[in-house]
Structure formats: structure tokens, C-alpha cells
């Protein structure tokens, strides 16, 4: 099924399958790889710790378990199955890998060199041990050290996901090195490899919709007993996670994480109307929200539900992160995300996005469904006390000296944002764009 393309039919099978026969091993640790590659982050966890408790001697479980859990940032988690792994089999090198790159989320490039050194330098280098070597040489400023090795590694795998990771690490070297060509080259050759596809029609089609559907405040409010919903949207690498970070550095907010619920309702409405009431969905998107006074929802494609929170009575507000169209667009064409985000493999469907997103967010600000404030993620890191202080101000919330220090804010971060979010505020993300831009010009035209 998986191979066809059908992967609801091909999740769902894995699961008739893990109920029927719980002890299968197998079939848990495939469906956790697949969830995973849908960008899930609980429920790979629980698969491979499944197999974990099925076959605690089989050390492919306790290498995927420690990859997930590296994904949601729970480190300490990680580092535990990883040191089971090498337990299990001394030297392993994807243990190495996971390992080293837990020293990296720890600020130590230097100890996750030192474990990967023996591993990297052989004649065919894992792909996980050649990408976190990568990332560990641009931490200390010698990119051009691991140009060498991540060749090796291409040239030894052919598995398509360890040839995009691989790729990708390498365009980051090659920009790292001073080589702007041939880093863009890697990525376009990443995407490439991904063969993914996305409907531009589609998107705008549902897009339409909606603004249709939402043209002012709701005819049908709900009876609402739950927190107060924050929503933090704007695209993927535009900032979300930074603010997220520091909201959540106040006492009286806590964060849900990225909530799929509100597509699944908005999902309900359009294609099954009558499985859907304003009061049901209301208390289902309660519910999930749990506990709290004002609780955050972070999750991107919140974007195009505006309309739909409004019926829910629930006094949500909403940030909308924008940053400047090319960095934002290129970081997203630079990350190896899951499979759930095919439209950052091409230049033109990120064009489709922006320019989507942008019509949204104009009809958003004309139609007033939810209290919404745009934050600007170049005068966030700029001017950062001035602009937390209106978010604060905005959301209802007195200001709190803790909110000025992301970086230590508590909690996991299960994006691609995890490495920068625990450093301190700084500006040196704003125009990262730049040395790429010859090679961006359909990027490049947004600003016009």
C-alpha cells in the first residue's frame, strides 16, 4: 500500500494488524517509521517503545525509539535508548550519531566530534554518522572538513531518505565553506530526491473556500468551558517557535504544542457537514487543549482555521509570524521535513504558499473573526523587549522578565527550530538568505 501511494490505507492495515497480533514486533516498528515520516511525534514514540518491551534485545527498536525521542526533544530520554543500543551492540554507529547529536543540543560540538571521529573517517561512513558529524564541523567553523566525508556517505548509500538527509547537510557545509553554488545544488538535488507532490489547485481551492465561509464574526457561537487558546501561526521557519518559546516563559501560559485538531474539525465541516456542530467541535478542541489559563496552540496550518475558532466562544487571539519572504522560503526548501510538507521541495510551490498565506492573512485582517497581531520576526530579534512587551500586552498578559530569555524556557521543542531556540535572542538569522540569492530570483520576486 505504502508503495502505491495509499498510506491512510497502509496506516490503517498496520493498525488492524497490531491489534490483531500485539506481539508483533514488526508491525509496531513499521508503523512508528511511518508515522514518523507523516511528521507525528507521540506516536512513533509509543510504537518502538512497544517493540523495545517486545524484543529488548533487538537493537534496531532501541535505535528508532531514541530517534523519535531526540525528535521531540525529550534529550535525556534519548540519550538512554541510544546507550541501550550501544549496550546491545558496542560501536554501533547510529547510536554514535544520536549520541553525538545530543552533545550538540547541548552546546558540546567538540564531545560529539570526539565520539563520531573513529566512525566518520572509514571508507563508507553511516549517513547519520557523516550528517551529525556536518552539523558538529559548522559549529566549530570548519565546514570544509566534512564536505569529504558526507561525499563518502552519499556514494555508499542508495536509500532515498539517508541520500535527502545527506544532501542537505551537505549544502549546508558547502554555504558554510563560502561555496553558495554548490550548497544550492545539494538542496535542489535533495528535493529532487524526494519525489514528492503537492496540488497548487487544491490549496487554493480550499483557500477560497474558506474565505467564503468565514466573511465576519460567526453566525453560531458555542458555549465554551475550557483555557483561553493562544494561536501562534505563520509558516514553517518563520519564527513560531521563537515565539512560542517566549510566551510560554510567562506563568500563566503553558503550550499544547501543534495541535492538529483544527484542521481535523475545519476536515469534518468541509467533507462531512452533517458530522459536524459548532458545540461538539468546540469541546473536542477543549478538551485537547486541557488544562489552563491561557494555553498556546502552535501548529502552522492554524493559519487558515481563524474563521473556524471564532465559533467556538472560546476568546481565542491569534500571532501571525511573518519574516521576510526569501529567508523564511529558503530555510523551509533547506529542511529535511517529513513527508507531511511536500510543498517545501519545490521553489514554485513555496511561491504558491507565500503568496496563499498572504491572501489569508489580508482577508483575516478585513474579516475580524479573532483579535490578530501581526509580529515581525526582524523587529522581534532587533527590538526584543519592546515587541514582547506589545505580544504580552496583546495577549492579555502582564509583562514577565522570563519572557525575555527563550532560551531557557522549559520544555519540549519538536521542530527544526530546536538548535536555535536554545540560544539567547540574536539578529544573526535575519538576511541568512542572502549569499543564495543569485540562485533564487522566483524567491526573490515576493519582496517586489
Known sequence: MFAVGAEDDGLAALQTCTRLDPRCTDAWILFGIRAARRGWIDVPIEMFQRACDLEPERVEAHLLLGQALLGADRIEDAASAFEQALTLQPGETQALAGLARICLRKGAPDAARELLVEAVFGPRPASQVATAWGVACRAVGEAAAAIGPLERALS????????????????????????PQRAVDAHHAANRARGLSFDVDALHAETDERIGAFQGPPAEVAQWSGPRPLLIVGLPRSGTTLVERILCGHPRVRTAGELPTLSQLDGVRRKEPEHYTVQRAAEQYAKLLGLGDVVVDKCPDNAAHLGLVSQYGSGARAIWVVRDPVDTLWSCYRQPFSDGLPWATRLD??????????????????????PLRVVRYEALVTDPESEIRAMLDFAGLTFHPDCLTPHKTRGEVATASALQVRRPLHAGHVGRSKPAEPWLEELVALRR
Not at 532515498?160 to 538527509?165: D, G, K, L, M, T
Open 349 to 370: 510551490w513555496l511561491v504558491e504558499v507565500w503568496r496563499d498565506r498572504m491572501r489569508l492573512l489580508s482577508h483575516w485582517r478585513q474579516a475580524k473573526p479573532i
Open 156 to 179: 555508499a548509500t542508495r536509500d532515498r531518505w539517508a541520500r535527502v538527509q545527506i544532501l542537505h547537510e551537505l549544502g549546508e557545509c558547502a554555504m558554510a565553506a563560502g561555496d
